[in-house]
């Protein structure tokens, strides 16, 4: 098989041989206890493009175990609903004594005059949302986009992606629609469904529900590396914007419906779709945008808005002594996230620091760029802020 990845002679061995078919390369399909385990390999999925880097530890949590009722006064926050961010953020603390310079979006591996980046994600309890709205059919682009979506924040143009399916009994319809979904994510990002793992799993998960992981892999070359390490003070930030909730904060989204009274099939407060269509909207997958923006210069650093928003992402990729001001009202926040406060009674900061609050991605970039992309009609993009000397993350 003939590709264009062209990094260097290695990489393109490499990729021609993982994408022989099945019939000429190993397999393992071993029975397991009490289930059975499916390799899908990627001669099923041709190449979806012609493609013309160790640091990353990021640590979600979706155990719902609070000892509250959904009914006690007070505003709820992502702990209340089994979430602690500061225990995760712990336990990566101490994974980096063990192995150190974790900490990005991504994982980097030198290879050749490149790096090879890669990053592993799930959708968490959106699932939840999906086995109750019947939704299957995007669930899949939620997965894809966890992980090429922080793999191209170090410019690296993915490359192939692998899923793991796991279920306790195989609905073959429903499994088709998720994967369906999965090559969909991955022809928007324009990279290669590689192959993927389902593993059937009896008396492990309830009846119709099952459990995705995505692992993205990509390359960008050594000095073209978006690191952040050249951000200085003055740079200016590009809020790139989301399509809702994306795949993160559903913990608490959930524990606010509850208390709201609401069902997933009531309209959403002040617009003609119901809550569950607008918080099963799929995540935004920003590939093609961002590596747009970086070919034309000027991007110094690039943060994922997810777990944790502004408040813990963007400091990730500051150099130490600078931080973040965002500017408050720069951008319209979408109809769910004021629902979601408003039901919930969520503290400003409480939000800040758990959703997106309708931007996905934030580019940091110098003020001659700035101008450029937006004035760039293809793409709508938003000035939220500037660095500044300092650290963390205000609002002004």
Known sequence: ???????????????????????????????????????????????????????????????????????????????????????????????????????????????????????TDGVGTKLKLAFETGIHETIGIDLVAMSVNDIVTSGAKPLFFLDYFATSRLDVDLAEKVIKGIVDGCQQSDCTLLGGETAEMPDFYADGEYDLSGFAVGIVKKDSVIDGKNIEAGDVLIGLPSSGVHSNGFSLVRRVLARSGLSLMDKLPGEDITLG????????????????????????????ITGGGFTDNMPRVFPEGLGAVIYNNSWDVPTVFKWIQEAGRIEDAEMR????????????????????????????????????????????
């Open 1 to 119: 098989m003939t590709t264009a990845v062209a990094a260097n002679a290695e990489i393109s061995r490499v990729f021609t041989t993982s994408t022989r078919p099945s019939s000429i390369k190993p397999r393992a399909i071993p029975p397991t206890i009490g289930g059975c385990s499916f390799n899908r390999l990627s001669w099923r999925f041709p190449l979806l493009s012609a493609p013309t880097t160790s640091k990353s530890r990021v640590f979600s949590m979706s155990k719902e175990n609070d000892g509250r009722s959904a009914d006690e006064p007070g505003g709820l926050t992502y702990k209340d609903a089994g979430v602690d961010i500061d225990a995760g953020s712990e336990l990566v603390r101490r994974i980096a004594r063990m192995a150190p310079g974790i900490g990005g979006f991504g994982g980097l591996f030198p290879l050749g005059d490149s790096y090879l980046v890669a990053g």
């Open 277 to 304: 269509e607008a918080l099963m909207a799929p995540t935004v997958i920003y590939v093609k945008q961002v590596l747009d923006f970086i070919s034309k210069g000027g991007v110094k650093g690039i943060a994922h």
């Open 353 to 396: 620091r758990t959703f997106n609050m309708g931007i996905g991605m934030v580019l940091i970039v110098t003020r001659e760029a700035s101008r450029r992309l937006l004035e760039d009609g293809r793409y709508k993009a938003y000035r939220i802020g500037e660095v500044v000397r300092g650290e963390g993350v205000s609002y002004n």
